[in-house]
């Protein structure tokens, strides 16, 4: 039983190709891709020179028209005689389509996918000033997507909430458990956190002077939006799921609120002292398993959805706005806002049963310098936008490419912070939705074509959607037990001199700011909890032990089969990036090796667990 268990957990692992994007399984779904088209605003409607370029022709496609302007200069160029194209999505949302509506038909599936312990990805996408933050976000007295699932997520667990603060994520799918002065200080640093929240709005008050974007104008509509009782949202529905646990379980949730800025990783909640502009720069990582995660991202447990919403707005305040001739709070940088549910067996020793996770991403729009007219700082932000949303692109598209190829192309995953980030989530981690906002309006015409061309490749990737991680609470062998064994083999390791650091991929190290040099690792630490989530999850399979048939012996003949092919495909694959991108190559060899070292650490492990089991 445990032999298949670390197969499964080394296959997973190895599973990982490189860079290949290879997401097709059985168990996978087309990306879910969401339109919604943005009203006029007022200013926009007095606009003679306002016209709507798209209509609605079905709950599911719209057709975009080439305004008379653009249809006498393309008729000229011959080029593109198509004035009129039909676009089909998972789901329209018309002008009219209140937050409510569009929460209902495109993430409300999803909260509850999240707390019957699955993963998912919910991301916005389009040009600036089409309505991703109002969507994503909303008013205060007008909801988006992000409060809705806080608000239904707490509906659906009132009665059962776990609050003590004994348990903690970690890393991706991990947990510790944390001793009395750590929950002290938990506790301590989370009451400073939300503290900040009033002071800022007593700044606020006092002449709105909390906070300023980098050209040094005071953002008002941000101030506005703070000044008001930020620890109230909109939603008063008792909307909730039905959750279909045993009365022993209960739910802590935690969450965490990062930005991608100039390609920078910075935690929203970091709290800067005043006079000290510089932000930490946090970086990927990833676990055994090719999990990846933000290493030293806060994660604040809450215990409201009032509470949730008001370190949202703590992170808010925080995030890179700045007025752009098209938005005067365009958004200069992607934001990730995480929803951690630890499913907990609380009788005597609380134990985890499972770790789900909903990740809101409002990426930054993309934008035309000629529309936009930036200079300075807001152009270097609007060039890491772009290129890291044509890098989605990029990888989108040899996704898709990749489904029906018989040599895997390489996917750029890497080329960006943001795809990097992504690439858990399309290479497996769960349920993926897009929520693509455009404008109607056709002086946007082009841009909003190119948006639904690249919506229409998105929604054809197939995503694998894989199975919730469920820890059998009627598990013989705990997973605390597995751990300490683990453990100590790997100590023993450490102490022979054989260092551990080949078990935590450190993908960065392929990335600029390490080679800058920024912030070095903290291995010893890190490696524990990365053996306790290893063993977490494989705990979960209990029920997979009567297939349990093969002997020690043929498991290690299928993983170092397993070894070898991954070696032969980064092979075939090398020769073939050759030409085009040696650089991306010779990352991919550099991956593979880590991989067969990784592989050999478990080998090692396997042997010394066997005898210690005999
Ligand atoms: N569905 C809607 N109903 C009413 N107003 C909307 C709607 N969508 C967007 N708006 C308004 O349009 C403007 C631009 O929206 P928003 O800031 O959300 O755009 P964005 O796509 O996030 O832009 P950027 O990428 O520059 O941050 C805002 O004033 C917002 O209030």
Redesign the pocket.
Known sequence: MLTTKLTEMMESCLAGKPDTGSCVSSQSENLQVYL?I??F?AAESDNSESQDCVSIEGPDTVVLKAPRSCQSNRQSEKSLPQTAQRFTFTQVFG?E?SQRTVFEGSVRGLVQNVLEGGNCLVF?Y???????????LG?DHDSGLLPRSLSIIFNSIEGRLYSRADLKPQRCRDFSRLTPDQQAAESSSKKNLLRLLKEVRQKTYSGCTGYEDVMGSTVSVLCSSLSSDSSVNSVSESDSFCLDVNSNVRFSVWVSFCEIYNENIHDLLEQVTSGHHKRTVLRLSQDVKGNSFIKDLRWVQVNSSEEAYRVMKIGKKNQSFSS?R??????RSHSIFSIKILRVDDVGVPRVLGISELALC?L??S?RCSRTHNTGERLKEAGNINSSLLTLGKCISAMRLNQHAKIQHHVPFRESKLTHFLQFFFCGAGRVSMVV?INQNALCFDETLNVLKFSALAQKVVVLNSRPVVLDDTSQSSAMDLSVIIDDADRRRNVSGRGRKSSLVAWETTLEDVLEGEDEEDEGEEEESVMEGTVLEAGGEEDEEEEDEMTMEEDEKVTIHHVKSVTEEVKVFVSVCEQSDREAALRLVLEAQIREEVSAEFMELFNKMEKDYR
Request: hydrophobic share 25%; no cysteine; charged share 15%.
């Open positions: 919604r943005r009203p605003t002008p389509a916005t389009g040009v600036t000033n089409a309505g991703k933050t109002f969507t994503f008013p752009t098209l938005n005067q709070l365009s958004s409002d930054a729009g934008e906002n």
